[in-house]
């Protein structure tokens, strides 16, 4: 009887320590989102420092990528950091890069036991730094939350694995799936509360991308226009293979503001390029598609993929989108839906696809939901 209730008791604070274990991942993963958008070519990451049950140290990858979240929650648990446990996101590099390894810092710091979410694909990490860890005496444990931080870092690991970014493509439709009036004018088909929701995605992305063509139309801005956050707002890419895009463009005066590269051809015209350089966008080339008109979408990834872009949000128009889709490119897709329609003469969501093609196809499902007032946002990923 004595042994059951001690085995009883033992089973009890196993649970209780993995159920605190989870909380302070969450916290860190929480922490981590706070970088998304502001540190590539560095992987958002959050961590926590907890002693005897007490949070003593925050942190999280700082704009630009440095100083890494393990160093700064380290910093702000200063000596509390002696004995206590380390929760992180991803796993600490172990390499020296523009700053020193991180497992440096944790080892020196006395931290007794580190909580990993999930380890890093990096070839120059990929488990060496857990391992160090260990041989210094230090408890590791890996996995808490490992799904989560999978999501989060994912534009972290296409990089790392396929050598572009993570591709989040961002529809807006009416209720009958069309994105703009005829003659390819631009509507607005949701409200005030689905735009916050993609500003707010648009300081999450490291770069947003549209075609030529959206831009001859719509004549955007695309950055973040909510209130104190117009500094996160993303690289401005746009696909223009013949290098159209007018020099009284609202995207190349603000050129200087807020980076533009241009995606264009190998073939376009040198004197074009110039003038975008002499405003102050990035002109980047890349091969045409053999098959298809307009540019060789994965050499277009590719080059993101070499700038440190991680996380790329593609915006528009149709074609661009069908484009992404019909290349097995978009890794997650924002579908916001409004309650109005247009009719049979606006433009489709994907050009000649059915949006079939993304809400019954067996390579998404549905990740979440929400309403928006009038409208729906539905998050699909790849299976």
Not at 46 to 64: C, L
Not at 217 to 246: H, K, N
Not at 325 to 336: F, H, R, T
Request: hydrophobic residues 45%; aromatic residues 4%.
């Amino acid at each position: 009887m004595i042994f059951r209730i001690l085995e009883d008791q033992f089973a009890q604070k196993i649970r209780e320590s993995k159920a605190a274990d989870q909380r302070y991942m969450q916290l860190a993963l929480a922490l981590g989102r706070r970088g998304q958008g502001r540190t590539w070519p560095n992987p958002a990451v959050g961590a926590v420092v907890v002693r005897d049950g007490v949070i003593v140290g925050r942190g999280w990858t700082q704009p630009g990528g440095r100083p890494h979240a393990e160093p700064e929650a380290l910093r702000r648990a200063g000596d509390a950091a002696r004995g206590a446990t380390l929760y992180v996101t991803l796993e600490p590099c172990s390499h020296f890069g523009r700053s020193p390894p991180c497992v440096d810092a944790v080892i020196a710091s006395g931290i007794s036991r580190v909580v990993s979410a999930i380890e890093d694909p990096n070839p120059e990490v990929a488990g060496k730094g857990h391992g160090r860890l260990r041989a210094a005496g230090i408890a590791v444990d890996i996995g808490i939350c490992a799904a989560e931080a999978a999501r989060d870092h994912a534009g972290h690991f296409r990089r790392i694995r396929d050598k572009r970014p993570h591709v989040i493509l961002k529809l807006a439709v009416s209720a009958d799936d069309k994105i703009g009036a005829a003659g390819r004018k631009p509507l607005a088909v949701t409200g005030e509360t689905a735009k916050t929701k993609v500003h707010l995605l648009r300081a999450r992305t490291d770069a947003i991308l549209v075609g030529i063509g959206t831009v001859l139309s719509d004549d955007p801005l695309l950055t973040c226009r909510l209130p104190g956050m117009e500094a996160r707002s993303p690289v401005r890419v746009v696909l223009d293979p013949a290098l159209r895009i007018p020099g009284d463009s609202r995207l190349v005066h603000s050129a200087r503001a807020t980076p533009l590269w241009v995606v264009a051809s190998e073939t376009a015209e040198a004197a074009s390029a110039m003038k975008l350089g002499a405003a102050g966008a990035e002109v980047i080339r890349v091969p045409a598609d053999s098959a298809n008109p307009g540019l060789d979408l994965p050499a277009v990834l590719h080059a993101l993929a070499e700038r440190g872009v991680s996380r790329l949000m593609v915006e528009g128009g149709a074609r661009v989108a069908a484009s992404f889709v019909a290349a097995g490119l978009v890794d997650e897709i924002w579908l916001l839906r409004g309650p109005g329609t247009v009719g049979a003469d606006g433009v489709p969501a994907l050009d000649a696809l059915p949006l079939a093609a993304i809400t019954q196809s067996p390579a998404f499902r549905v990740r979440a939901s929400e309403t928006l007032d009038k409208d729906s946002l539905t998050i699909y990923e790849r299976t």
